[in-house]
């Protein structure tokens, strides 16, 4: 969580910007974030094409969604060190969009001159950063990254898992449980708390697999992402739901908060609740819990 106010990013979908069809799209689905593609979904040959379009996707862009709220807007940029990023990071600033996802992020460095030429070009301070963790350096940098959370000034906000490239470049064996990656995949989700950044996971690549997809999401939340990036609409309904807190979850945080509100308990920062320890921690825990059931309706 970055500021007081929670903001879901529970299904970040991908959508190309080279493709007019799922642009078209936007407006219908109930996804929290929208990523538009300049990167990986758009090739080479369309890659101009597809940054020329940003201003007109975000003048028109929808004041809410099929969720009824209004959905953030990101665009991913091409890596700096190609010979797109930099017409596509001052297009994209133009765009105003919510964040800038850098692509092929190695250090901390990236991040501090995106957000120079933001300043350079008086891209407002609503303009976030968030970066692609997908290459062996960014997981053995990461926590340097992520301490760049701690300044505002650095507008870095969000990372996301770049699963895909991550198994490319490291030769790691793709299995169906993510064994290999899950040591690295922890590891950001560490660096991104300790940064006090908001972190999403890879994308699922079998997009009609629905039930192994839903697997997948519901291991991430439990990992401590905050939501899971996607390839498709029919993926966003599953990941809302993984990656919003349960029910139970609800009742039990609620019974928490009550149970430090008695009078007798005024005070006190351990207290037995249903044959439980419950210490303060727990309360703040409790508290951030609602306000996330509060923000998605759940
Ligand atoms: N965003 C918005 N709409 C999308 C979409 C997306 N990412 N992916 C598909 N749709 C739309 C299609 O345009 C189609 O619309 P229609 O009902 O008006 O015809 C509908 O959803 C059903 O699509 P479907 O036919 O099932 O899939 P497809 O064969 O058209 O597309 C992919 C499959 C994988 C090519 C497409 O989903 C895609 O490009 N996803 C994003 C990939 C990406 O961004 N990769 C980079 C990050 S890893
Ligand atoms: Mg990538």
């Known amino acids: 969580m970055t500021t007081d106010l929670y903001r879901p990013r ?15 799209k936007m ?21 101009v094409a597809a940054r020329e379009k ?14 009824g709220r209004r959905c953030e807007m990101v665009v ?24 800038i996802l ?35 350096k960014a997981v053995l940098n990461v926590g340097a990254i992520a301490e760049l959370g701690r300044d505002p000034a650095s507008r870095l906000v969000c990372f996301v898992a770049g ?17 290999y990656l899950l040591p690295w995949l922890m ?15 890879g994308v699922f690549n079998d997009f009609r697999a629905l039930d192994a997809f839903s697997r997948e999401c519901t291991e991430a939340a439990a990992m401590g992402f905050d939501g899971k990036t996607l390839i498709h609409p029919a993926q966003i309904e599953a990941a809302n739901r993984a990656f919003a807190p349960s029910a139970e979850a609800v009742a039990k945080a609620r019974a928490v908060k009550q149970a430090f509100a008695l009078p007798e308990n005024a005070g006190k920062n351990v207290i037995a609740l249903e044959g439980r320890m419950v210490e303060r921690l727990h309360l703040a825990q409790a508290e951030k819990l609602l306000a996330k059931a509060t923000a998605v309706g759940a």
Not at 56 to 62: C, L, M, V
Not at 76 to 99: H, T, V, Y
């Open 10 to 24: 529970r299904s970040v979908l991908y959508v190309p910007a080279s493709n007019d069809k799922a642009l078209a």
């Open 27 to 47: 407006a219908q689905l109930a996804c929290d974030t929208v990523i538009i593609d300049l990167e990986d979904a758009v090739a080479p040959a369309e890659k």
């Open 54 to 67: 940003l201003a007109g996707i975000f003048s028109n862009r929808p004041d809410t969604n099929h969720s």
């Open 76 to 99: 991913r940029i091409n890596a700096l060190s190609s010979e797109w990023g930099g017409a596509d990071l001052l297009a994209a600033a133009k765009a105003e969009p919510d964040g």
């Open 102 to 136: 850098l692509a092929k992020v190695d250090t901390p460095r990236d991040v501090l001159e995106a957000g120079d030429v933001l300043d350079d070009n008086s891209a407002p301070d609503s303009v976030k950063l968030w970066a692609m963790i997908e290459t062996p």
């Open 163 to 179: 699963t895909n490239d991550l198994t490319k470049d490291t030769g790691v064996m793709a299995t169906s449980d993510r064994r």
């Open 187 to 201: 590891q950001m989700v560490l660096a991104a708390r300790a940064g006090d950044l908001d972190i999403v996971d």
